[in-house]
């Protein structure tokens, strides 16, 4: 078939005149305007300040600038706040103000990690459960989902941190094999209903394959719940971390503010707060900043707004 | 006269009704039921009926988008039914689709160049260097400039979106394409615009649409070939002319009776059907059109129709036993 | 009850209306400077494609503007009551608004699905404005409901005012939003693309009853559609819009007859009809509905126009009487 342009109406090609520029542009693609959205929001960019205030000391830690004598001891038992040491010290002598830095770092390595990895595998199987429902895999999935999600996230871990005993990783395995699930559950309910749009099925009349069509045209689409269920696990993953921590189930090495606040109980005991107050604070801010940024994304990635 | 194009033989799509617990059958939908009828290289059939008669499914059937139940389906001499996972994807570059409704015709997420690039890498079409050419003389050819390449599909107008779907049905050369409800979702002005691009792209490329729609003016307009349907069944097929000017199922005539006429002349001096349409799962026994029609006769509620060619030079096959000469109409 | 008995003066008088949106780009001047009168008795059909300001000038009379993106940013909408007196909706309170609707003008709406709640029977809905707007009894306001069921056409009333919307079908449904509409004898009510959505079967049998209602209760009423079929079948006079602004008012006769406007004139070329042979290609309207947020200066109809003089692209043309019609254009097409 040789495509040449047949005999138009002379009219049509004014079919796409671009109109002159509207007063106040909105941005051409979807994430543009988005963005745009996202920046007109206050609280929103409150909250992206203190997340990336929050990540740049994590950076810091990470490569080596700062927070670097957190285990040092011998300091002097419960020293109160001095230019020394700007939040005083540990039962042990340890350097408050350190700790609570090299904290951060470990805070979004948890956090990082889990949201990554649960938000991956929930996108996989919400998107395989969704295309094929009611089928056999559909029912292979949701029942592996039942099972995760009837049993107590604790105990469930515990058995994990049991199993792997010794392995750094036993904690991030317990929360990403238990954070998946919603994760999986949003984007199968979205799926659903865009595999019965027009588009997808042009996809199949074409003759695309259906992992193909999943991965190419209906995955995409569930960004944006995606993107707000990562900030959600990030979130949790931290809170759980505190509770792990307390339970000493949390991380072998290195020091968290859960382990911080676990440690501060006996502390408390005896009226010395500071450990107490520093580690909560710098979570209390973080989960707040995060949870800004996370609703102020949420209403910037709306679809119901975001197209036509 | 040549050899038909599509031709459908007794096709029909039946969906099972599930209700209770353990998703027993408890009923059959017969959305289409015992179709036929066939399409001349190069022209256009339209399939006309209201809402719930069956004409999406039927178009969906052909193209093995639903699987048919029962029945055949031969594009070109080649029965389509039947063919495997592989056979069926190449088959697929003859038959193509273009949707109802501009805004979820098209991946929300992709640019156009990529949307129209993916029939031709999908099917190997050209050699991977002119492929980009072959997507910027698509957009020529649909009425589109170039620079609609990189934007996405929510900067265009539903008529531009419907071009695009029109252009990335056009990529991969089909030989058929079924145009369900196509413009059904446009404003006036842009519906003959559109309509004249396809009544183009027909003279130019030869290719043969399937059009369906429950616009009877629209469907005049580009048909050459009429099939009316009715829950589920064709009632009434003939040439655009015949049906127009000389309907013979009383289900057509109440159809051409009620599209509201832009003269103000013509007002409200005529047939009004009474009642609604059945529900396709459970239809009336005898003719499905017996409940509303208002020449139904005592044999209409016990027996079906058959279906008679009532036409002398040309073909004109109608399902109603007021045409039946072995009927009695008493 | 509400019917005025004075049938010359207008009951609704809608003058230099606009309504502005603020959208993403900015602020959008959806409707610009309409000006119409529907007098009891009358139907008035508004007609134009999508983008037109149809709707939001309905919208904007029953004072259901989405709050806060749109609101009426100049001119008066006055509805007659009983009496010589009228009130100007356009600044009324939300709470008086809420006592005249229903009671005194109503509306109906292209998607009886949403439209209806579908939690509550049909029966209960009705029950509930009856109720409040013309202080009956439960019983006497579910007679009543059962009456206008009757009257909207719809087979055993008194069984489905028990049944809840989804049991019905779309033709029924929007036969109930009539009912509940007119339950309480409004003296105008609006009809937003009341059949669209439906079969064109059904579409025939429900104008049907809005015509034969409006006969029977001496309503004003306001049609809004993009069908210019249903215009001519059903009402008496015609505006027809295009981007915000009024370009043609005439009776219908007139306006199909001699359509002055182009625009008009290019609407009723290239609306496919069943005709007695069919046209090689329809007639069309080159080019696109230009962007509200970016209209060009002039007439906005002018880009399209194969008349546009550079006059048509500097000023943009008022309504002019031409005979029968008003037409806002430079250039009107002659009569002949």
Redesign the interface.
Known sequence: ?S???????????????P????????A???WG?AL?RFAGDRAAMAGLFIVAVFFVIAVGVWLGWWGTQWSQTGAGQWLGPSTEHWFGTTILGQDIFQRAIFSTRTAFEIGLVVALASTVLGALFGALSGYFAQTFIDGVILWIKGVLDSIPFYLFVAAVAFALKGNPWAMHIAMIATFWTTTARLVRGEVIKLKN???V????????HPLVIIVR?IV??T?HILLVQATIVFVAAIKSEVILSFLGLGIADGVSWGLMIAESTTEVMAGHYMNFIVASSFLFVLVMGFNLFSDGLQDALDPKRA?? | MSRPLLEVRSLSKHFPVRAGLFSRTRAVLRAVDQVSFSLQPGQTFGLVGESGCGKSTLGRAILRLHEPTSGSVRLDGRELTTLDSRQLKAARKDMQIIFQDPYAALSPRRTVARILREPLDLHRIGAPASRDRRVAELLDVVGLSIDARHRYPHEFSGGQRQRIGIARALAVEPRLIVADEAVSALDVSVQSQVLNLMADLQREFGVAFLFIAHDLAVVQHVSHHVGVMYLGQLVETSSVERIYSMPAHPYTRALLDAVPAPDPGRRADRLVLEGEVPSPIDPPDGCAFHTRCPRAMPVCRRLEPRTIDIGTNEQHLVRCHLHDPGVESA | MSIVQNNDSPLLSVENLSVDFSTEAGCVRAVDDVSFQVRPGQTLGIVGESGCGKSVTSLAIMGLLPHPAGRIAAGAVRLRLDGPDSVDLAGLPERRMRRLRGAELSMIFQEPMTALNPVFTVGSQMVDILARHERLSRRQARDRAIEMLARVGIPLPQKRIDEYPHELSGGMRQRVMIAMALSCRPGLLIADEPTTALDVTTQAQVLEQIVELQREMGMAVILITHDLGVIAETCDEALVMYCGRVVEQAPVDALFRAPRHRYTQGLIEAIPRIRRRRLERLPVIPGMVPDLSALPPGCRFSARCGHASDRCRAEQPALESHGASRVACFHPADPT
């Open positions: 078939m495509i040449r342009p047949p005999d138009m109406n002379p009219g049509a090609d004014a079919a796409l005149e109109a002159a520029p509207p007063r106040r542009t909105p051409k693609s979807l305007r745009q749009l027009e588009f099925e042009a996809a199949r009349a074409l003759g695309l045209h995409p689409n960004f197209s036509r």
